[in-house]
């Protein structure tokens, strides 16, 4: 089995040097960045490097242009991560004011995942991390439900596999993957009007090996009732 300890502790130490408020955009960020450097490596053996790479490009334009060509890439071998990298997370961690250090902080955890041979452990270390940086900051509540409350409604609906369950303010998806943890396979489908949210979610789901669905949408926009 993997060993997941360095990645996880390298990605809790760079957490607990944040102010609390800051924690889960950087970690947010961190984590899309870690993220595809890991599929474009399980894709193509090696070419996490791209990311290194991108911390020696004379201008911002042609680094973008790396990462975004990565994310194009990701998502042309698997159609159900479309749009999640191009137009949502890759533009997230561009923008954001501390670019190169977010890019360092990815290569550091992503460095102690090498070589990628657990797909599983890697999106049971992803589900975590991302637990991790959303409770930790002013997302709970927000766009993340407690792991505590997830527990209780998941218990309260007595789940049994095969059935389908519907979250339509589905957030970052910890409800939703918690569920098919702990019942088994379920039909499952989310919607959330919050970009970064459905992006973070959709990959979450796609990291832990799960075949449900969220889309982003207004859930109670008429279209969808």
């Known amino acids: 089995m993997t060993d997941v300890t360095p990645a996880y502790d390298r990605f809790s130490l760079i957490l607990r040097g944040l102010k609390n408020a800051d ?23 090696g070419s996490w ?22 994310a194009a890439a990701v998502e042309k071998s698997d159609p159900r991560l479309a749009r999640v990298f191009t137009q949502v997370l890759v533009n997230d961690a561009l923008h954001s004011r501390s670019f190169a250090e977010t890019l360092l902080g990815a290569l550091s955890v992503l460095e102690g995942w090498l070589p990628l041979s657990d797909q599983a452990a890697f999106g049971r270390w992803f589900n975590a991390a991302l637990d991790e940086a959303s409770n930790s900051g002013p997302a709970i509540g927000d766009i993340a439900t407690s792991r505590n409350v997830s527990e209780l409604l998941i218990a309260l609906a007595d789940l049994k596999p095969g059935q389908s369950l519907y979250d339509p303010c589905s957030g970052l998806a910890g409800l939703l993957s918690l569920a098919e943890q702990q019942a088994g396979p379920l039909d499952i489908m989310g919607r959330d009007i919050h970009p970064i949210s459905w992006a973070l979610g959709s990959l979450r789901l796609h990291l832990l090996g799960s075949k449900a669905t969220i889309e982003q949408g207004d859930s109670l926009d008429q279209r969808y009732r």
């Open 23 to 45: 924690r889960f955009a950087v970690g947010r960020r961190l984590l899309s960045v870690v993220a595809l450097g890991a599929l474009a490596e399980r894709n193509e053996p």
């Open 49 to 70: 490097r791209e990311l290194r790479r991108i911390l020696h490009e004379p201008s911002f334009e042609r680094g973008s242009s790396i990462l975004l060509n990565m």
